[in-house]
């Protein structure tokens, strides 16, 4: 059965019978066959099928997101039993939004394999609320996201780090050069902002709610790197965590504005599927990641 599961996503996701055959590495006869005694056992069609194009019919679309399910569960289950007979090893799939995924996560990941070097991670960088949904559907172990989420019933989200985000601007803006910066000073000024979902687009949201602040511009982008070179180049201000600008503070490229309110706090959370299988691999980085918790919260940014 994981094998018919495992034509019938690829040929989901390919949207075509030859190149699902290319990927899988069999024949395309065998891709149908694959396919109709499925959906034979099913007693229900799956795919809709042209000369140009397959794709999902509404029971297909039931389907395919739980054969993705099961499929990750087949996966999860073969990791746990080679856990059971040997020290930990094998892949470990990690997401993250953009801030902890860029900025942070290569340092922690780096250290992980130091002492782990037999785990395999790979990283996959989403925005926070794609990166609880893959979490969710067990297409990622582990995410890691900037905030909090409300409401979710299917994973568990357990914070573990301080985050310091700042207001920032071009070395040479007008406001940089002042002691002290007043809500309406940066009220005027065009806000370089991140896209809605992404947990920096949230605490923006929340700062602007809760200063009673009302930007006259937006401009929106889905990149943090994007965002800072358009306020280096002098388009805006914008609010960032600090280990997102770390060297442009360093480089002396931007500075903090130096608003009348208190610094601005987040937490950095570590968001785990419901479940009670867990392979050792994650088990293991989840350990990892609550043990440095102090140190990411007190490390000065600006000096690493």
């Not at 997401?95 to 290569?106: A, D, K």
């Not at 511009?217 to 965002?227: C, D, F, G």
């Not at 504005?257 to 950095?268: D, E, M, W």
């Amino acid at each position: 059965m994981d094998q018919q599961l495992q034509v019938f996503v690829t040929v989901a996701e390919e949207k075509n019978f030859t190149r699902a055959a290319k990927t899988l590495h069999i024949s395309q006869p065998a891709i149908s066959q694959y396919i109709q005694n499925l959906e034979q056992k099913m007693d229900v069609s799956l795919l809709d099928r042209t000369n140009k194009y397959v794709r999902l019919n509404p029971a297909g679309e039931v389907f395919y997101r739980y054969a993705k399910e099961m499929l990750g569960l087949y996966e999860q289950l073969g990791r746990q039993i080679r856990d059971l007979k040997e020290e930990a090893a094998g892949p470990l799939k990690i997401g993250s939004s953009f801030t902890f995924g860029e900025y942070v996560l290569p340092h922690v990941v780096a250290d992980f394999r130091g002492r782990y070097s037999r785990i395999e991670p790979s990283i996959t960088i989403e925005n926070t609320q794609k990166v609880v949904e893959l979490v969710e559907c067990g297409e990622l172990d582990v995410g890691i996201i900037e905030g909090g989420i409300l409401g979710e019933k299917h994973v568990d989200v357990t914070p573990f780090a301080d985050d310091t985000v700042v207001v920032v601007a071009s070395i040479d803006h007008p406001l940089a050069a002042q002691k002290t910066v007043s809500t309406a000073d940066v009220e005027s000024e065009c806000w370089i902002v991140r896209e809605q979902g992404s947990g920096t687009r949230e605490i923006t949201d929340n700062v602007f709610q809760q200063f009673d602040l009302r930007p006259k511009t937006l401009i929106e982008y889905r990149s943090n790197q994007v965002i800072k070179e358009s306020v280096e180049a002098g388009l805006g201000i914008t609010l960032l965590s600090k280990w997102v600008i770390r060297k442009e503070l360093m480089c002396k490229t931007m500075k903090v504005i130096p608003l009348s309110y208190p610094p601005i706090k987040r937490k950095f959370s570590l968001v785990l599927r419901k479940s009670k299988f867990e392979t050792k691999a994650s088990s293991l980085f989840r350990q990892f990641l609550l043990q440095q918790s102090e140190r990411l919260s007190t490390i000065d940014v600006t000096a690493v």
